[in-house]
């Protein structure tokens, strides 16, 4: 249009020079902004996106099998859960929420086989033996045409009809827990497993094709994801990565098949059909062009998607010599191997080089049998082509040629594919439970305790995420969830006594962890004074310096820091197969003290996602943090008068730390003491020190006693501490 405007108006204006000048910039309108062709995108990268849900979303035809993030096509509103806890005691109540939805994901436009793994925000939420790792409900329905109405979905929308969404393939979440979640709905991507084993790329091409173009192709992907805005869309994405010609064959159907020279490949000689003149002017034979080497790519990058790392995707560069700057980068939503792609990648490369050379002729209509993808000869010599394309005109067809390519192995060679960081597919495994009566707040050692402090600790194999955690007897109350695993294992054999050091530096301890995610570092003493590796072994708790692997998930630990938090007795008290817990916090859940009694019996559940039974634990008295530390430093000095006067230091509950280098505070409504003489006489101090006569002491001596054999103990609020024992030589 713009051609003959401006070419008349330059006429007008110029005479034949304006005329010409006018049909020149006229044609440059017409072929870049009136007519100028519309963009074509082929598929690109970007099944692994965040799953949509928005009307209008394409749903991908999958092959052999993919990993793709699919389109919600339905979804309630999220089901809220309420829990109270506390409220006991003092302590306020709290009440936490927490949240399930269930939703609909199309996969698929074509039938499907199964489902492998499903990610839930990049983490594994069903692993490749089919257990999930966090509570739902879940259905799948492979896209055939006579599938049923889901249940769920029909039960939900049965007033306005409910589709069975037939042709596509459907995943179904039921009651999907959504607490490992932030308590939203995660991005989903599943691995579709659509066809057995590799798929070829013939049978794609005639899929998307509606079965019209047959095609003769070697080449088998692991998967393929038919995406973009029409049916040629997806075939140029194909022949644009692999050289492809489509060819008509007798049939009324198009072959596809590569433009690669084979050995058994048949040529056709063009001889007098080239035409050698035309309106009374003579031809060349062959109008022969080389585009520059300079506009060719020197680099070609193929974008593809890695089995061997989840279906991440992935890069593969081809590199030839030469001076272009040239960088062809091309997306192929495929599945394949490392080594694969590298090899398209080579020979695609070789090919845009290979076929720079190129040429038109002109033959009579005659000729025809010239279709694009034939093999042709123009002369005497050697040379063979391959038409590109032809066009049918007045005088004949005019044929557009490109020097053939001959076929090449291409050689294989190493191809890095980069180091795969996969999310852990592994089963839970059976729970392993533990209860930890601390004497302090995980969160708050320092502070005195109003209440017990109990623990429960829970851990399984590489795939164990949580538990749900029960009060056994009394109706099973739920305490809560355990929302990580700990960083626990087992004592491999006991913890020696250290005697009279606090820092044991003799003794050392062999732990094997729970699985080999659980890590164990070392501390320096600047570390240890800020709290690092603190841990419980059986019912010490310990400090450790020094964390050496031995392999297999087994630590032995040295330079420990002993009887720390008043647990000093527990120091000789070890056996083999104790409990060894890191206390840093994550991983404990704190139980209610409204669901057991301070210094009674307790028994608590646990039931993990591979627990078919149970898991019990009994603890026997917890509320050590309610109970009073027991002196230490036991003195004696004998007066003139014969009287033994006998002193210790008292300890606080709240001496965890030393901050100030001042005595602690009591910790206690009064300081009180019991002093035990003897077997006896029980005696009640208000302070730390107490005076026996000089009668008593004799009375001892009259009874053959060498020793006056004493118990102190301290009496707290809430209980008593465990006894000081000394003897005092008479």
């Not at 939703?103 to 990049?122: F, T, Y």
């Not at 080594?339 to 070789?350: E, F, P, T």
Request: proline share 5%.
């Amino acid at each position: 249009m713009a051609t003959l405007v401006l070419t008349a108006v330059g006429t007008a204006l110029g005479g034949p020079l304006g005329g010409a000048l006018g049909g020149l910039l006229g044609q440059q309108v017409d072929q870049n902004i009136l007519f100028k062709p519309k963009a074509v995108e082929v598929p690109r990268l970007q099944e692994l996106a965040v799953q949509t849900s928005s009307y209008g979303s394409q749903i991908p035809r999958i092959f052999g099998k993919m990993r793709v993030a699919g389109t919600v096509i339905w979804a309630t509103d999220l089901k809220e859960t309420r829990e109270s806890q506390g409220g006991g005691k003092g302590r306020p109540k709290s009440t936490t929420y927490s949240y399930s939805a269930c939703l609909a994901v199309a996969l698929s436009s074509r039938s499907i086989k199964n489902i492998g793994r499903i990610w839930a925000d990049g983490k594994i939420l069903r692993g490749s033996a089919g257990d999930f790792k966090t509570e739902t409900g879940f259905r799948f329905y492979r896209g055939h045409e006579d599938q049923s109405v889901d249940g769920l979905i029909a039960s939900v929308e049965a007033e306005a009809g409910t589709p069975a969404y037939r042709g596509a393939a459907l995943a179904v979440f039921e009651d999907m827990d959504l607490t490992d979640y932030g308590n939203r709905i995660p991005s989903l991507t599943f691995e579709v497993i659509a066809d057995d084993g590799t798929i070829s790329l013939a049978a794609i091409i005639e899929d998307i094709s509606g079965h019209r173009i047959t095609a003769t192709l070697d080449e088998t992907l692991h998967g393929f994801a038919a995406g973009g805005q029409d049916r040629r869309t997806v075939l140029d994405a194909i022949s644009d990565n692999f050289s492809l010609s489509y060819q008509p064959s007798s049939s009324r159907s198009i072959e596809a098949k590569p433009r690669e020279l084979q050995a058994s490949s048949e040529t056709v000689p063009l001889g007098d059909s080239i035409l050698s003149s035309r309106n009374g002017q003579p031809v060349e034979r062959a109008e022969t062009q080389i585009l520059p080497e300079t506009k060719l790519p020197r680099q070609y990058g193929l974008r593809y998607y890695e089995p061997a790392r989840d279906y991440q995707s992935g890069l593969q560069n081809a590199f030839r010599p030469g001076q272009s700057r040239v960088v062809l980068n091309r997306d192929f939503p495929a599945a394949i191997p490392a080594s694969q792609a590298k090899k398209i990648a080579q020979a695609k490369l070789r090919s845009l080089y290979q076929e720079r050379v190129t040429a038109q002729v002109h033959i009579l209509r005659a000729g025809q049998s010239a279709t694009p993808g034939t093999f042709v000869r123009i002369d005497d010599s050697e040379d063979i082509w391959i038409v590109r394309n032809w066009e049918l005109n007045h005088l004949g067809i005019v044929l557009g040629l490109s020097k053939a390519m001959s076929s090449l192995t291409v050689a294989d060679r190493p191809t890095d594919n980069g180091r795969p960081i996969k999310e852990i597919d592994a089963l839970a495994g059976i729970t392993r439970l533990a209860l930890v009566d601390l004497p302090f707040a995980v969160d708050a050692p320092t502070q005195v305790s109003d209440s017990a402090r109990l623990y429960a600790a829970a851990a399984g194999d590489l795939g164990w995420r949580n538990a749900q955690l029960f009060a056994s007897g009394g109706g099973n109350a739920l305490i809560g969830q355990i929302p990580a695993p700990a960083i626990m294992g087992t004592s491999l054999e006991p913890l020696r006594p250290s005697g009279r050091h606090i820092i044991d530096r003799k003794n050392k301890l062999l732990v094997q962890m729970h699985n080999r995610s659980m890590i164990l570092n070392d501390a320096d003493k600047a570390q240890l004074w800020s709290g690092n590796n603190i841990a419980a072994i059986g019912a010490e708790i310990i400090q450790f310096g020094f964390a050496e692997p031995m392999g297999d998930g087994r630590y032995l630990l040295s330079y420990i820091l002993r009887g720390l938090g008043g647990t000093e007795r527990e120091i000789d008290r070890h056996i083999a197969g104790e409990d060894f817990i890191l206390l840093d916090g994550s991983g404990l859940t704190e139980i209610d003290t409204r669901h057991y009694t301070s210094f009674l019996p307790f028994q608590v559940s646990a039931i993990g996602r591979g627990d078919e039974a149970p898991v019990l634990r009994l603890i026997d008295a917890p509320g050590r943090a309610l109970k009073p530390w027991s002196p230490v430093h036991p003195r004696h000095v004998l007066n003139v008068q014969g009287d033994v006067e006998i002193s210790w230091t008292r300890r606080s509950r709240a001496g965890l730390t030393w901050p100030d280098n001042i005595e602690t505070p009591l910790a206690e409504e009064t300081e009180r003491y019991r002093v035990t003489i003897g077997s006896n006489v029980t005696l009640e101090q208000m302070q730390p020190s107490i005076t026996i006569p000089a009668e008593q002491v004799q009375d001892h001596r009259d009874s053959g006693a060498a020793t006056l054999d004493l118990e102190v103990r301290q009496v707290g609020s809430h209980n008593i501490s465990d006894p000081l024992y000394f003897a005092v030589a008479i």
